[in-house]
């Protein structure tokens, strides 16, 4: 035998998820933030909500395209 495999199986919530692999190996613990302990997890949070929020801003502030207004008020 060349060497051990991992055997993996599918976990219920990870499906879901859209994580199907899990390893029977240990995996090594991480903190909730994502960092390795600093501030480093939490400014990159707040960097990417930063981001989210500006994105969706601009999708609300767009415009209703006359078609989608017109197939309203088809079904209104």
Not at 27 to 49: L, N, Y
Request: net charge positive; aromatic share 4%.
């Amino acid at each position: 035998m060349r060497g051990a495999r991992a055997r993996y199986t599918v976990s219920p919530w990870r499906m879901s998820k859209g994580i199907v692999l899990q390893s029977d190996k240990p995996s090594p613990k991480r903190s909730k933030s994502g960092g390795s302990g600093d501030d480093g997890g939490k400014r990159k949070d707040e960097a990417v909500g930063s981001a989210l929020r500006s994105v969706y801003d601009n999708a609300v502030s767009e415009p209703v395209p006359d078609e989608m207004l017109d197939l309203l008020r088809k079904l209104g």
